[in-house]
């Protein structure tokens, strides 16, 4: 049996087309660095710190300083290589008060005063000052705890991107006409729904994917948020990171988007 | 009359500046500053030599990946584009400045978080 | 005449008193002081951990690269993307017509509106999207030229800054009013690469350039047109780097430098293009 398919017109109708827009915040501090990166970079750092030259000492603490003081005080004299004694772990080697067999530990004075354990004795005069003992915020955030999606304080490690609930998780996509550029679209639609109060970065105004449904035709466009929120009104929105996307997309939809995302 | 015989100066007459310039000059060189060498058994060397072996096989293939990945956005890129051909207009409309810039509020991450991670007011 | 060949020899042996042949004597003098046994671990690659002159590197994890390869690359790719272009020729050398005997042998004329051959601009693919591929600083200083020391002071700065030794520089040229004489050292040089190249990089953007409250911004100007782009900074500047800033009783004296990126950009759009991402402001 043969079929024949018999077109209505000759002329064939453009597919209406759609600007869905890729916003997504890049990651605020380092990624977490797998087990085997971590315990290559800490040997290559002994080896490198073994190899180092000696701390020029006489230069940055000169003799007969307060300095020199208090850099002697932290820093014992190695063991003195005394010609009658014998060593049982090898002749020490001694030159710059380095024994140059072993890598040099050096333990400066600390800029802040601290109590007999190693901690710090908090005085309220210098809490601004620079000399203040610096602890680093912690790399997991409030948001982390309390597991909230829509924070954008989440997964600081990580890239997250915007999805909205529009019958079900998705992109946030616009419909488009052919005479308004793509990332204008995008743009308007993107304040439309959440708000003007978004400082973002439009990567360029090239689409970076496209998908061809069958009268349709879906362009990606590439843009990151800088600062701001993205505050819509009755819109459920959540920031994802690109493994917890595959969970809320469609999996087709996720496999052909996958290779444009990043951890 | 004899000349007295001076085997060594006994005190440099160095003044405080020349003192200090002959100081940068030992920070800077590299004598009596150098380590020994690392000397590593036969068994040690084969350890460091395997640990090198797999950081550049570790290496390589986070290499690879990205430049597959690379590959895979430019030919996104391109049938995009090829697409786009349909509807001129918009074609002609997806051309960029090349000398706009970045802008300065992409940071390169930190290894701890500022103390305010997200900066919430923002006012065009 | 014993005309009867040996058993060891192929060759009867009434040969001739001499040869005809020229002796070869060795064209190129060997030294063979340098092949003796001692020197042999001179001769091990540098990054092999026997040698003298080995130095770990990956001593720690690198943000900047990780930024660059994980975000940047493909947001570079994007924004210099161009459909269907195609590589502009760059002007090349010119050759003669054969119209005329005389033009046969020679020298081919100049490129149009250069004196050297230009370079091919490729569009940019996954390939080749620009990247950082060195930092080059080079410190000249007039004082050096009057007080020889200075210049102890101005390599001690610059390794102090750039955790690399410098390469004294010496002037090329006679110049009596400016003092420059032929092989006279008048400052150094440093070239970055690699983990040295990053770490500089993230101490001039997140540092030093914020504090200098009369810097405005690389200028726009800055460029070779092949994508390298120098800028200076003033010696009152140099205080800023957190190396210099706390032993400043140190440094009495404070020399200014230029700083050249060199990418592998096309050209300076594209170059200036990439610094921009990297946070390095231009006005």
Redesign the interface.
């Known amino acids: 049996m043969v079929v024949i398919k018999r077109f209505n017109s000759t002329v064939s109708k ?2 209406t ?1 759609s600007s869905t827009l890729i916003l997504s915040r ?6 977490e ?1 797998p087990a ?2 971590q315990q ?2 800490n ?3 002994e ?2 710190k ?5 701390f ?1 000492k ?3 603490y000169r003799d007969g300083t307060l300095g020199d003081q208090r850099f002697k005080e932290l820093n014992k004299p190695p063991v003195f290589n005394n010609p009658k004694l014998e060593y049982t772990e090898g002749r020490p ?1 001694i ?2 008060l ?1 024994d ?2 072993f ?1 040099q530990v050096i333990n400066l004075p600390k800029s802040y005063k601290q109590a007999e354990d190693g901690s710090e004795i908090v005085d309220e005069e210098i809490q601004d000052n620079l000399s203040r003992k610096i602890n ?4 997991i ?1 409030k948001a982390d705890e309390s597991k909230d999606l829509s924070s ?2 989440r997964q ?2 990580k ?1 997250l991107y915007l999805i909205i609930n529009e019958n079900g998780w998705k992109l946030p996509t616009f419909k488009s006409d ?2 308004t ?2 990332h ?1 679209v995008a743009e308007e639609g993107l304040f439309n729904i959440g708000g ?4 973002y ?1 439009n ?8 998908i ?1 449904g069958s009268d349709q ?1 879906e ?2 466009i ?1 843009s ?1 948020i ?4 993205f505050k819509p009104k009755n819109l459920k929105f959540l920031w994802v990171t690109k493994d917890e996307l595959s969970e809320y997309l469609n999996e087709d939809y996720y496999k052909q988007i996958k ?2 995302l ?2 | 009359m004899f000349k007295q015989f001076v085997r060594f100066k006994s005190i440099s007459n160095t003044n405080a500046s020349t003192q200090k310039v002959v100081n940068q000059l030992s920070a800077l060189s590299a004598s009596r500053k150098q380590p020994k060498l690392i000397k590593l058994s036969a068994q040690d060397l084969i350890k460091h030599q395997t640990i090198q072996n797999a950081w550049k096989l570790y290496s390589d293939k986070l290499a690879r990946e990205n430049r597959k990945m690379l590959k895979e956005q430019y030919e996104s890129i391109y049938n995009a584009m090829e697409e786009l051909k349909q509807f001129p207009e918009l074609f002609e409309a997806a051309k960029d400045d090349v000398k706009a810039p970045f802008p300065l509020e992409m940071r390169i991450p930190t290894d701890f978080p500022p103390n305010q991670p997200w900066i919430y007011n923002y006012e065009k | 005449m014993n005309r009867i060949r040996l058993f060891s020899t192929t060759t009867s042996l009434c040969r001739a008193g001499y040869s005809t042949v020229e002796p070869v004597h060795h064209l190129v003098p060997i030294r063979k002081s340098a092949l003796k046994p001692g020197y042999k671990e001179l001769l091990i690659p540098k990054d092999d951990i026997r040698s003298v002159g080995y130095k770990p590197k990956n001593i720690q994890h690198d943000r900047v690269n990780d930024y660059y390869e994980n975000q940047l690359k493909s947001d570079l790719m994007l924004r210099l993307y161009e459909h269907d272009s195609e590589t502009v020729i760059g002007s090349k050398l010119r050759p003669w017509e054969t119209d005329s005997p005389y033009k046969l042998y020679r020298r081919a004329r100049k490129p149009k509106g250069f004196y050297r051959p230009q370079k091919d601009i490729k569009p940019v693919t996954f390939k080749n999207v620009p990247e950082l591929t060195s930092i080059s600083i080079n410190l000249y200083s007039k004082e050096a030229l009057e007080e020889s020391w200075v210049n102890i002071s101005t390599r001690l700065q610059i390794a102090q800054i750039t955790n690399a030794k410098p390469k004294r520089i010496y002037n090329k040229s006679n110049v009596l009013p400016w003092k420059v004489r032929q092989g006279k050292p008048c400052g150094c040089k440093v070239e970055l690469v690699e983990e040295d190249m990053t770490q500089f990089l993230s101490t001039l953007t997140e540092l030093v350039l914020p504090r200098i409250r009369t810097f405005k911004g690389i200028s726009k100007k800055s460029g070779d047109k092949n994508g390298n782009i120098t800028f200076g900074l003033n010696p009152d500047d140099i205080k800023f780097f957190p190396e210099i800033e706390n032993f400043q009783d140190l440094y009495p004296n404070l020399f200014g430098f230029h700083i050249t990126f060199k990418t592998s950009a096309r050209t300076d759009d594209q170059a200036r293009l990439l610094l921009s991402s990297l946070g390095l402001p231009f006005n």
């Open positions: 453009l597919p087309i890049n990651p605020i501090i380092t990624r660095l085997f990166e290559y970079y040997y290559q750092n080896l490198w073994r190899l180092m030259w000696t020029p006489w230069y940055y080697d030159k710059q380095r140059r067999r890598k680093p915020n912690s790399r955030t954008l304080e600081l490690s890239t052919t005479q550029p793509l204008k003007e109060e978004i400082n970065f990567v360029s105004s090239k689409p970076c994917h496209h061809k035709i362009f990606f590439k990151h800088l600062s701001g929120s290779h444009l990043n951890e």
